[in-house]
């Protein structure tokens, strides 16, 4: 039994650069990892560990009926695994019909809590999903926002509800019965060592820090950047350009329009303010 | 009750399946019945499973539970609430897969066409395509033997053949518009999901398997086809086997092992990557045919 790590976060939030470095982490090569082989853990939400987790195929069954059998696919893959694994998760944290939570804390050692400024999660949420910045607006601000739920054909992956920014933070931040470290994107790059060290403690490894500041170096953006162009990106949506696009903080002010960056605020002020992106009303980044 | 052939198999069945004239003989009853709670030596267990020898129990909840016997009989409880296609739909799934395994079948997660008097396989992992591709070459005049398992074993000269299956697809909204048809001509898989069942031409005989091909996706442009060799082959028909992880506990290992072996010799494999969201599935099914001509 080796209980699963949760790298929970709503999308774009700096969870594939935090895999990336996982993978270096505990790869200790000299050379950067390949991105599309990142192997740290499968999505929460992918197929395949649930199809051979529960014997059944998983397209024949409704998305409800999916969520009822998840806590006991996350149980198996924890009883059966060799070393802890780290899942990457969508899902904000929900409870299925039966009022279980999808992520049960009997399969859990604990979460990462990735979460980045939503004035710069708009634009490239938009970007990654080819679609304009008022679709990825709508989304952030829709308590009824899930990926993956079009019902006319089959996805790779399961519906995850996602909720607004806000609730995904909130139900990550306040509900689970294990512990959740709340890990920033700015802070990944203002202040990397000793984010990505918590970081790393959270997910239960022992790293140097020499080995931790190896790791964030073979993990740059511009590394990544390159690599995808050179040979693509498994991840990447099909419809999407780039799945690596800037990578910076507050680009949001060369991408909103200032009435679109009031909405977010106004949406959001309550979480914003909590985790530290908006101070006496103006945004911090 | 109703009679008919499924796999080689003849099912004396409560619940309507798309088979084919049945022998004389009965080979498996399919009836309704009360499931138990557990079976009696379980030897490998999953978030919806049980498996020991000769015995597998599935359940799922607030729709049905399935108990598959001695490769001999198929007992559903259903829930009142389900629908009587989503029983049969599921009833297609698992508990054939657990029946077949206890026949001495290999249930392969894969369509079939023929091809040139051969059965061609199409397998992958759920969401590669596999019926969407299948159907296409059925509109091209290819006949489908089976779709989502295919019953593999080696007949009685140790050729490897794949046995007749469903007489029908089944294909999602999109797939069945890819078609060029109306989805709303065909009848829903299951009343809650936008899958219908789509009838096919298909053989009567067990047809000798010449290849497979393992479907995946990538982000990248155009389609990349490479063979897949020696033990990589029996690892791949372990891993495209519907219920890989329970096999063992139900005493399937050795037959598994002895008929993956007999494929992996006489069977051409590869995998078969397309990009991710290709509109024209058709020119995946030229890649493959040019492929397998050559």
Known sequence: MKPIVWLASYPKSGNTW???????????????????????GSIASARNPFDVHTGLEASDLTQDEVDLLRPGVYLRMAEMAVHTGHHKVHDAYTLNCDAMPLFPAD?????????????????SYAHHSARDVAWAME???????????????LNPQFRQILGTWSDHARSWLDEPPFPVEVVRYEDMHLDAEATFTRATRACGLDHSAEQIREAIARSSFDEVKRQEQEKGFAEKMPSSESFFRKGKIGSWRESLTQEQADRIITHHAEMMQRLGYLEGGSPVF | MNRTSLWGITFD?????????PDETTDVTIRFGSVPATIPEVRSEGAAYQAGPGLFRLAIPGVAAFLISGGSEIVVEADESAHPDTIRLLLLGTPMGALLHQRERIPLHAAAVEVDGRAVLISGFSAHGKS???????????????DDICAVHADDKGAVVVEPGTTELQLWHDAVKRLGEEPGDYVRARPELQKYRVPVNTVSEPLPASAMYVLGNHNQDGFDIAEIESFGKVRTILTQTRGSGYL???GAGPFHFRTSMAM???????????????????????????????
């Not at chain 1, 993978?23 to 192997?39: F, G, T, V």
């Not at chain 1, 859990?108 to 708009?122: C, I, K, Q, S």
């Open chain 1, 18 to 40: 935090f895999r990336t470095f996982l993978a270096n982490l505990l790869r200790d090569d000299e050379d950067p990892i390949d991105i599309n082989e990142l192997r740290t």
């Open chain 1, 107 to 123: 399969a859990t050692l604990g979460a990462v809590y990735l979460v980045r400024n939503p004035l710069d999660v708009a634009p």
């Open chain 1, 139 to 153: 989304a952030l601000c829709d308590p009824n926002h899930n990926m993956s739920d079009g019902p006319r054909r």
């Open chain 2, 13 to 21: 069945t409560d619940i309507e399946l798309p088979g084919r004239a």
């Open chain 2, 132 to 146: 969407t591709v299948a159907a296409t070459l059925h509109k091209r005049g290819h006949t489908v033997i089976s």
């Open chain 2, 248 to 250: 063992e506990g139900m």
């Open chain 2, 264 to 294: 992996a010799t006489q069977v051409t494999m590869k995998r078969l990557v397309w990009p991710r969201g290709i509109a024209d599935v058709g020119a995946v099914c030229d890649a493959l045919l040019e492929d397998l001509n050559s």
